[in-house]
């Protein structure tokens, strides 16, 4: 049975310009080929049915490890929550070791029902790669591949593809990409995402397109693209320069959900929906907070909220007794008054168009266990300290 993801209300695709096709991993077609990023502590229920209600695609639930759901450690469990609406359930599975990835993959595909599911390789995070996770693994082509083929050979009974991301190598000089796309075809994998970033560069300077190109090139498998999509201009210029078979979408849509609204638009080939105002901004914010409270309760989904208010008025002109307010919201009665005060017909700030948003840091050395590359397979590392509940790529 093939499922479809689509939007509630997808524009004619027959625009002024050119539709752009949607992707197929395994059973699932996403239409449009967008799928949001998972992102520590931002994409829970709430903020992936955010998203979804404003255009299409995937939903990528926060990213979790693979031996906590083997341990059945409570924390981890409890990130497997689902909004009634999300018909597709996909997760990121993060793992070093081939058998608890596998059984986990068993885990999430029979018992929770998920359809899909991302295994990352892309953590720039000095306390992952110093344990030999993260974007430092695929250094390891012997003991990518054992991983990859455990996650394909237990997730086949159910029929749930396995994609994976990473990045474009620890270094400039370290490149693991091309190998990385090879290993995951022949594993098996529906597609890889590919970050245009080394892990040296975690996310600062310019993500390197032409990478993606090159690994397009490289496999026959469908391949993401991921860094520096600001803009639903930017998503297409991304794939009409690449051949990308998609793009993954991160920092950009902090604080702008209705950016897959402005993908649907721009994927289908017509005219991308006006900027919005700052009351239609706290319009969202409102919407953002109640769905915070329904899944977390009030108390606490507001607190959660809080870190969201800056991005989502980044360029507004907002008085600052207000803006702090907000950013240390309590309460939906309190939250509803402060947006009051907030000037509804303000534009947009165009100045903040294409501009990046959330963490950028400066480039460092990354930290690598000792010895870490002097082979290339990695059969007899003890990884279990890279077992850490960090996300991100």
Not at 196 to 215: F, N, P, V
Request: aromatic share 6%.
């Amino acid at each position: 049975m093939t499922t479809t993801i689509h939007p509630p209300s997808a524009p004619d695709p027959a625009g002024d310009g050119a539709p752009v096709a949607g992707l197929r991993l395994g059973d699932l077609h996403v239409r449009p080929p967008v799928v949001l990023a998972p992102m520590a502590g931002i994409t829970n229920a709430a903020f992936r049915r955010l998203c979804a209600e404003q255009g299409a695609g995937l939903y990528v639930c926060e990213m979790i490890t693979s031996r906590g759901i083997v341990e059945r450690d409570e924390k981890t469990l409890s990130m497997l929550v689902f909004a009634d609406a999300e018909d597709v359930r996909s997760v990121q599975l993060y793992g070093v070791d081939p058998y608890h990835v596998g059984e986990a993959v068993r885990i999430l595909a029979g018992e929770y029902g998920v359809a899909h599911i991302d295994l990352n390789f892309g953590c720039p995070v000095p306390k992952v790669t110093r344990k030999g996770g993260g974007a430092a693994l695929p250094y390891k082509r012997g003991l990518l591949a054992r991983i990859l083929h455990a996650a394909v050979g237990a997730a086949q009974p159910y029929g749930v593809p396995v994609t994976m991301k990473t990045r474009k190598g620890i270094d400039e000089h370290l490149l693991t990409h091309l190998d990385a796309g090879r290993i995951a075809q022949e594993a098996g994998c529906a597609a890889i995402a590919l970050h245009g970033r080394t892990a040296a560069q975690h996310y600062s300077g310019s993500a390197d397109w032409g990478s993606i190109a090159r690994l397009k090139d490289h496999v026959d498998i469908p391949v993401l693209g991921n860094g520096d999509i600001w803009e639903a201009a930017d998503a297409r210029r991304m794939v009409e320069s690449t051949g990308a078979d998609g793009v993954v979408i991160g920092r950009g849509c902090l604080g702008r959900p209705w950016l897959f609204r402005d993908l649907v638009a721009a994927f289908a080939g017509t005219p991308v929906p006006p900027l919005p105002t700052l009351g239609e901004v706290a319009v969202m914010m409102r919407r953002h907070a109640e769905l915070l409270a329904e899944l977390m309760g009030e108390d606490r989904g507001l607190r959660d909220m809080r870190k969201h208010v800056s991005w989502y008025l980044k360029g507004f002109v907002v008085g600052q007794q207000v803006r702090a307010a907000l950013g240390m919201v309590g309460g939906m009665d309190e939250l509803d008054r402060l947006l009051a005060e907030l000037d509804p017909d303000q534009p947009f700030p165009e100045s903040e168009l294409g501009t990046p948003r959330g963490r950028q840091g400066s480039p460092r050395k990354v930290a690598l266990p000792e010895g870490w590359l002097d082979d290339t397979d990695g059969g007899g590392d003890d990884l279990a300290g890279a077992e850490l509940g960090i996300s991100g790529g």
